[in-house]
């Protein structure tokens, strides 16, 4: 096993009860510390099953001994809030996931419940709230709010409890591209300077392709695993299983089968803007 990994799972399967198939089927993977890791994968392919395996809300299947440790830390009855302290999840729809009655009251929610004194919380939600730009919206009703901002909140609630991880599950895919934009910006910012590991559930692929690593889920199996740049450049792969390739990639593609002579080294968005206007200056 890698020295600094900040997740290990092995073995881990869960079979919804009243359901005979697995939901998730001997699931083994790790994710480094700090790194952003992307989880790609057709809806019910277990996606969010295995982030309620990793935060104690399930228990995974008994056989196959199943282990799972975040942050050095076995997953146990005994350790299950000392994980979910660890792991910040923002969910997909920005609206299940209020609970105060304006903004600073539900940063000040999660605090209460880990009986944060009170003089300390009046010390972090101004920070946590200037963090994601949403410092005058204090007193704002979430009603009030747009999707992107409601968002913005959770990740502030959750930056409260100083996690060591934060996953999004499909936390963007109900925003517009400028309210998704901000979440990501936010979200690397938080990373850098919190050093936190990221993991983001997305249907998304140029979010993905931002990550350091991907997973690919399938039907309840890990299909693949490895470099973003490893996982993207299997196109074929990817057709297969019906996931989107990168627009970069698709380009990549295109001129290829235009019997244009790419360089080998494209591997991004911005690369490949690079070397078109290069083309196009020679021209
Ligand atoms: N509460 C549940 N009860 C029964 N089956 C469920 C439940 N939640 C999810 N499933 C099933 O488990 C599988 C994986 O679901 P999920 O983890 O939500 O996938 P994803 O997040 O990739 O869309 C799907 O077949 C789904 O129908
Ligand atoms: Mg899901």
Known sequence: MAANSIIKIKNVSYTYPETKKPAIDQISFEVERGSWTAVIGHNGSGKSTIIRLINGLLVPDEQG????????????????????????????????????????????FGLENRG???????????????????????????????????????????LAIKPKIIILDEATSMLDPEGKNQILEIVRQMKKKYHLTVISITHDIDEASQADQVIVMNDGKLVDQGSTKKIFNQTQVLDDLGLDVPFFQQIKIRLIQDGIKLPNDIDSEEEMINYLCQLNSKM
């Open 116 to 158: 944060v004194a009170r003089n300390e919380m009046l010390k972090i939600i101004p920070k946590v709230l200037e963090a994601v730009g949403m410092s005058s919206s204090s007193d704002v009703e979430p009603a009030n709010l747009s999707g992107g901002q409601k968002q913005r909140v959770a990740i502030a609630g959750i």
């Open 65 to 108: 001994q199943p282990y799972i440790e975040v942050d050095g830390v076995e997953l146990t009855d005994d350790t299950v809030w000392q994980i979910r302290n660890k792991v910040g999840v923002v969910f997909q729809n920005p609206d299940n996931q209020f609970v105060g009655a304006t903004v600073a009251d539900d940063v000040a």
